[in-house]
């Protein structure tokens, strides 16, 4: 785009006007990329967002507005992150400065507004004097600051945007040539999220609200104005009381676009939900015998078989006792079919417990106690009442949680410890995915098989706790979901030898808030997630769909969300994240693992004390 010194003054003054008119409007955020437009659309701009007169101006509804600047302050400083010399002055086409800001990659643009208000700092690409690529929009004034993140093309806004408002809002959704369009939500600083649609930059139509104290509201706005009388306020149930971090504002900068928030999916696919069964414990995983039946394992520590029809077998006698933790944690996790089943009915399953000899601290449930994990390895008794030939193929310290079969025969498990420390040392099993053959020996191919000072069985480390994990049978892509700490839950893809960072880099924090070694998320050598969640979700279970019962989902990923209580879709596209869509959202259940069943339909797992067996199937 070529700007001469006329349309630059132009719109300078126009920019200063609206922003004047507006007031604490959102206007703000287009004008800002305006000034990389002709005068006259940048005319138009302004009057479409001016009143005709005073007495008919509609007031813009709170969930769009942003702080507004007090008139008369001064000038706010220079952001101490840019350099005085790398300040280009709104100056004619042709300058030295402009050609300087044209030609280098990275453009910095400084705008102190008349009157003092607003600082305007943007961060990105130029391409011949155009914006494009990945771009940051700060606004900085007195008593306010808000940071947009999203991609520019041709000077304007398009695509997924993040806006990070000053008064603690996170909205997203897409832009098309720098207008809001389609589906946007909204977190406030409360926890309270709301869904809808956006025309131009305007609410509009039906939007709900999740409150955070448990209610729903359904709110109609007719561009940007709220119609109070359409108003209506219902209790829960379907409607998810907020995570303990949901209110978080702690956004990282993704290392790459796609990496975090993606653009909402929708296929439009039409499915109903079946309850198999109930009356199981915290269940935790299942695997399908060869005739449909079920082998479940519940957190409390037992097996049963679960027939088609939903019917619960008694426990299955000899799983071993496990000594609990205070705060109930521990017992049979993961549970996995030999792939001979059918011919030698052999089974693997894993367990936690607690490190005997411990001294346990009465009325303190969250003190820093060590567990104990196990990978077990039993057959099926004939009459399906009893495990026979119990061993434990492998044991250590720390966590053990999921099993998945690599393409070789050899078993992949993954494991967790209680702080950060072990998850970079190669000496202990903590907090890594492990391959060990199925009789617990070490596959003579491991990264560091016959190193000193490195457990053998180690795969890939810098894991902090993967509770799901699964290889997808198409492609030979090993999947891995893992809780992060405080936000920064995410999606690995994992491969032999590799670092996978924690707690060298993250994109969460401690719990207490603070950063985790000085926010670093990126360095040389340490693996990036594929994608990554801020606030959490608290990833379990992970499924590739590969069914002809839903063939509009098949290569798609589908995890179970524990905190945010629903079924996540991310929608693939050459191993990187093209969407994601929630799905049972409003039914508020924690979903523990999530299995493809042998006709196709998706079976879940609820974490609860009268847990169920769900099944996703095709119906209205």
């Not at 920064?488 to 401690?510: A, M, Q, T």
Request: glycine content about 10%.
């Amino acid at each position: 785009m070529s700007l001469n010194r006329i349309s630059l003054s132009i719109m300078i003054e126009l920019f200063t006007y609206c922003l004047r008119r507006v007031g604490d409007t959102e206007m703000r955020v287009i004008t800002a990329w305006e000034l990389l437009l002709t005068s006259s659309v940048a005319a138009l701009a302004c009057l479409a967002y001016s009143p005709a007169a005073p007495a008919q101006q509609q007031t813009r509804s709170p969930e769009q507005t942003r702080s507004a600047a007090a008139p008369g302050h001064q000038t706010p400083a220079l952001p101490a992150s840019i350099a005085a010399a790398d300040i280009c002055d709104v100056k004619p086409e042709g300058s030295a400065c402009w050609k300087e800001l044209a030609n280098r990659p990275g453009c910095f643009f400084w705008n102190p507004v008349s009157g003092g208000n607003e600082t305007v700092t943007w961060t990105g690409e130029c391409k011949a004097g155009i914006a494009q690529g990945r771009d940051t929009l700060t606004f900085a004034w007195d008593g306010g600051r808000a940071v947009d993140e999203g991609t520019i093309r041709k000077g304007k806004q398009q695509g997924r945007w993040v806006l990070h408002v000053s008064n603690g809002n996170e909205e997203v959704g897409a832009y098309t040539d720098g207008k809001r369009t389609g589906r946007w939500s909204i977190r406030w600083p409360d926890g309270s999220v709301g869904e809808g649609a956006m025309v131009g930059d305007d609410l509009d139509g039906e939007w709900v609200v999740r409150l955070a104290d448990g209610k729903a509201e359904t709110r109609h706005y007719v561009k940007g104005v709220r119609v109070a009388e359409s108003k209506s306020t219902v209790a829960a149930p379907g409607v998810c009381k907020p995570s303990e971090y949901a209110a978080d504002t702690y956004f990282p900068k993704p290392a790459f676009a796609g990496q975090t928030r993606a653009p909402v999916a929708s296929s439009h696919v039409s499915y109903k939900v079946e309850t198999v069964a109930r009356g199981l414990v915290h269940p935790w995983s299942l695997a399908f015998l060869p005739d449909g039946r079920m082998l479940v394992t519940e957190k409390a520590g037992r097996l049963r078989v679960v027939s088609r029809s939903g019917v619960l077998s008694p426990p299955l006698q000899g799983v071993p006792t496990l000594a609990k933790f205070p705060d109930g944690d521990g017992g049979v996790h993961d549970v996995l079919l030999d792939p001979q089943f059918a011919a030698n009915r052999i089974f693997y399953f894993t367990t936690y417990e607690i490190v005997p000899g411990q001294v346990i601290e009465p009325n303190k449930p969250d003190q820093p106690l060590k567990g104990f994990g196990r990978v077990m390895r039993a057959r099926l008794s004939n009459d399906e009442r009893s495990l026979e030939g119990l061993q434990a193929i492998y044991e250590g310290i720390g966590g053990t949680r999921r099993l998945a079969w690599a393409p070789d025969g050899t078993l992949l498990v993954s494991t967790f410890a209680i702080d950060a420390a072990p998850a970079q040392k190669l000496d202990t099993n903590e907090s890594k995915i492990l391959r060990i053959r199925t009789d617990g020996s070490i596959a003579k191919d491991n990264p560091w098989v016959g190193k000193a000072g490195v457990r053998p069985e180690i795969y890939a480390l810098g894991i902090r706790d993967a509770e799901g994990l699964t290889f997808d049978p198409a492609t030979g892509v090993l999947w891995e979901t893992e809780h992060g700490p405080r936000g920064g839950d995410e999606l690995n893809v994992i491969r032999p030898g590799k670092n996978y960072g924690y707690p060298i880099i993250s994109y969460g924090r401690e719990y207490s808030g603070e950063s985790i070694n000085n926010g670093l998320t990126a360095k040389q050598g340490l693996e990036q997630p594929v994608y990554f969640w801020t606030p959490d979700i608290a990833p379990s279970g992970l499924l590739v769909y590969r069914g002809a019962l839903f063939p509009e989902w098949k290569g798609d990923l589908f995890i179970g969300a524990l905190a945010t209580q629903r079924l996540v879709r991310l929608q693939m596209r050459n191993a990187h994240v093209a969407a994601e869509e929630s799905l049972l959202a409003e039914r508020c259940q924690r979903i523990r693992d999530v299995r493809q069943g042998p006709e196709g339909a998706i079976y879940l797992l609820t974490d609860e004390d009268d847990g169920q067996i769900l099944r996703l199937v095709r119906g209205p």
